[in-house]
């Protein structure tokens, strides 16, 4: 493909010097690409400039929430294009993907606002397709004034709007920039759930968890959350058949074992605190 397409193309990152480029390539048929910066202190703009794409930075108040920054890239970003895609650094869009955006922006409108997309993770040079339950979808493409998100970390579209799918998927460098990125992200990540299942567990309201997609299987896990880290596991590595992809399908299962084991020792911990026990 070498014409551009009517798409904005916005990727989200932070300290993301060594990606970004590689996600930037991919979008060249794109009428426009920006990379939408959150406080970068590494070349991230360096980079991203001298691969073509504009740099805007915006820092919002802590704790940073993707659905918050991907709204915020509508209101700010000056779009002119009917379709908007978000794409993050350890991101590509494949030649398939790119054919059937482009199909996409030439139809009449088709009455739909919004699409889920689907990745490929790649873990180590290798697609989990059984590990991670492939198609996993996620809320990626929108039309521009008639859709936004919610939920803030694990982010969906806002209710009451026609979603559609497309089934090509995109590609997900799932620990491009290696474990100890890895680490420090679902660190975050757990903490974030950790506020979440505690506020429920004092209220006894489901409303505590948020806006999510997935609402029944994250209300599920708050309420048995001791459970989190063996559920995780056996649920990737058993019942999607994730034994079937190798060695390295045990090694990413572990490591979502791992990140369930934070959730659930943050959890001991802040209500500790918070009654003033040691830890």
Not at 127 to 140: A, D, E, I, K, S
Request: aromatic share 12%.
């Amino acid at each position: 493909m070498h014409d551009t397409i009517p798409l904005t193309a916005v990727i989200l990152t932070k300290n993301e010097e060594s990606q970004v480029a590689r996600a930037i390539a991919s979008l060249r048929f794109c009428r426009r690409v920006v990379v939408l910066d959150s406080g970068s202190t590494d070349g991230t703009r360096r980079v991203a400039e001298a691969a073509g794409a504009e740099f805007v930075v915006n820092v919002p108040d802590p704790p940073f929430r993707i659905s918050e920054q991907r709204n915020w890239a509508l209101d700010h970003l000056g779009i002119d294009t009917p379709w908007v895609l978000y794409l993050d650094a350890d991101e590509v869009v494949p030649e398939a993907l790119a054919r059937r955006l482009a199909r996409l922006a030439a139809e009449p409108d088709s009455g739909l606002d919004a699409y889920e997309l689907t990745p490929r993770y790649l873990f180590w040079g290798t697609w989990l397709r059984r590990t991670q339950g492939y198609p996993n979808w996620h809320p990626r493409l929108v039309r521009h004034g008639r859709a936004r998100f919610a939920g803030g970390v694990w982010e969906h579209f806002v209710d009451g709007i026609r979603v559609g799918r497309i089934e090509e998927p995109y590609d997900h460098y799932a620990n491009a920039k290696g474990l100890r990125d890895w680490l420090d992200r679902h660190y975050r990540y757990a903490s974030w759930d950790a506020d979440r299942i505690i506020e429920m567990l004092d209220t006894g309201s489901v409303a505590a968890l948020g806006t999510t997609r997935k609402k029944g299987l994250r209300r599920l896990a708050a309420r048995f959350w001791p459970l989190r880290p063996l559920a995780r596991f056996l649920h990737m590595y058993v019942l999607r058949l994730g034994f079937l992809e190798g060695w390295k399908s045990l090694n990413f299962c572990l490591l979502y074992f791992c990140y369930e084991l934070m959730t659930v020792n943050l959890i001991v911990e802040k209500r500790r605190q918070r009654d003033g026990r040691d830890l």
